[in-house]
């Protein structure tokens, strides 16, 4: 992981509430901030100190900062859709602390060169911890494995050639086989390409009254079946990646009773979204996997609620409008995701009671964990890393841009309840709305 230095300012966030689901804290405590790491949770309202930078946060929640397993950072190669620094940016806007990027750039992150490139640029340009991916296979061509073990010793955090499936099960049963060697948890898009054909939607009712090509749920589900076979078969480690079926979560659920090593994550969007949105045939709700019917978004927040879906991810996906703004069925597959995560999350689903608080806030930072990565942590001696919100403030997704560079937003223009104030990462702070002034103390 690599991060932007910088001296972790001392500062106090007074009277919060602050929540952390995996340590089990929830209670108003001033949270003491000194050189970068939490140095107590006191009782509200007693710390005070000199130089010492006081948020007034009566009436906020402070959360252990976000972890998000899966976004597209663009660069090298499409640094007009995004880059490290507005991808980071966008992320701390969100909530997270850290992020792992994908490794289909232009070119791919597919040697050990790539993967020191990356790490060098994001210590200049990240505001928030990346961990770069790379690839299964040389170039994402699914035949060639590459040198999984000199990738690791180079920093990879893991292996995916996500934006498309390992096709092939030989293949990926010797990634298996190297990832022994290596380490590593692979990262894999499921789908079976034989399957989703020339697909742009789900394969359902509403793609039949459009009279759309369909990308069916078994597309999906039988790729999770076979690859959760081969890393039971080869004791390997996988992560299935944005969840969209309910046979999925199916497969995934049958996957870990049989004793597989199989973790999944699942996007705010599959959680709160369907395919009646694509009846406006707006490109901003066109991504692949797609939004599913009801029951499939009904078998994902039950998936979450029992564990079955470890963690929550947002496949962050930034195109530019020459890509979206084009007919739905020639438009570019994937949104972004990270500036509007916890507050859809927060609106859609714990508002109306579906699920609790404490348990989307501890899906938003359990892929740190899953992929061996520093997890964020409230305790007294935790480094700091914190996102603070104020889950009274309504807001419209979009109404003052993005920080992100793209704009592709499925919930822009949507009323919003719930936003990300400060966010800090590492000891600092990475971000601040612009709105919330923070005060110094005499
Ligand atoms: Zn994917
Ligand atoms: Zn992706």
């Known amino acids: 992981m690599s991060v932007r230095g910088g001296a972790g300012a001392d500062l106090v966030l007074r009277s919060a509430t602050v929540l952390d689901p995996v340590a089990g804290v929830e209670a108003v405590r001033d949270v003491v901030i000194h050189e970068g790491s939490i140095a107590e949770l006191a009782e509200p309202g007693s710390a005070s100190g000199e130089r010492v930078e006081v948020v007034e946060a009566e009436g906020l929640h402070a959360f252990p ?18 880059d490290i620094e507005t991808g980071t940016r966008a992320a701390a806007a969100g909530g997270f602390c850290a992020v792992l990027a994908m490794a289909n750039t232009e070119p791919s992150v597919s040697t050990a060169a790539d993967v020191a490139a ?10 928030i911890r990346v961990g770069f991916l790379a690839t299964v296979t040389r170039g994402m061509a699914g035949e060639e494995l590459t040198d999984m073990a000199e990738l690791r010793d180079a920093g990879a955090a893991g292996f995916s050639d996500d934006g498309l499936p390992v096709r092939s099960a030989r293949v990926l049963r010797r990634a298996l086989q190297y990832q022994r060697l290596s380490g590593g948890v692979i990262a894999l898009h499921e789908e079976d390409p034989d399957l989703s054909g020339a697909g742009v939607m789900h394969e359902g009712a509403v793609s039949a009254a459009l009279g ?35 046979e999925s979560v199916e497969a995934v659920r049958a996957a870990k009773a049989g004793g597989a090593r199989v973790s999944a994550e699942v996007t705010p969007h599959h959680l709160t979204l369907t395919d009646e949105m694509v009846r406006s045939l707006d490109s901003r709700f ?6 599913r019917a009801e029951e499939d978004r009904q078998a994902l927040i039950e998936g979450l609620r029992d564990g079955t879906i470890d963690c929550i991810g947002t496949d962050h996906a930034p195109h530019s409008d020459d890509e979206k703004e084009v007919p739905f069925e020639e438009a570019a597959m994937g949104v972004t995701g990270l500036e509007t995560a916890f507050a859809a999350l927060h609106t859609e689903l714990v508002l109306p009671g579906t699920l609790d608080l404490g348990l989307i806030v501890a899906r938003l930072g359990a892929g740190a964990n899953l992929f061996d990565q520093p997890s964020a942590s409230l305790s007294p001696g935790s ?6 919100c104020d889950l009274a403030a309504e807001w419209t997704a979009g109404e003052d841009g993005y920080e992100s560079r793209s704009s592709n937003s499925c919930f822009a ?17 990475a971000f601040r709305q612009r709105s919330f002034a923070m005060g110094v103390a005499a």
């Open 65 to 82: 900062g976000f972890f998000d397993p899966h976004v597209h950072l663009r660069t090298p190669g499409r640094e007009d859709e995004e």
């Open 118 to 127: 990356l790490r060098e640029r994001a210590e200049r340009d990240a505001s």
């Open 383 to 388: 480094e700091a890393n914190i996102a603070l």
């Open 413 to 429: 223009g949507r009323r919003l309840q719930g936003r990300v104030l400060m966010t800090i990462a590492a000891g600092r702070v």
């Open 212 to 246: 759309l090509a369909g990308i069916p749920s078994v597309s999906e589900s039988t790729m999770i079946a076979r690859d959760a076979a081969l890393a039971g078969y080869e004791e390997g480690r996988v992560h299935v990646q944005h969840l969209s079926a309910r």
């Open 286 to 291: 066109k991504m692949n996997p797609p939004l």
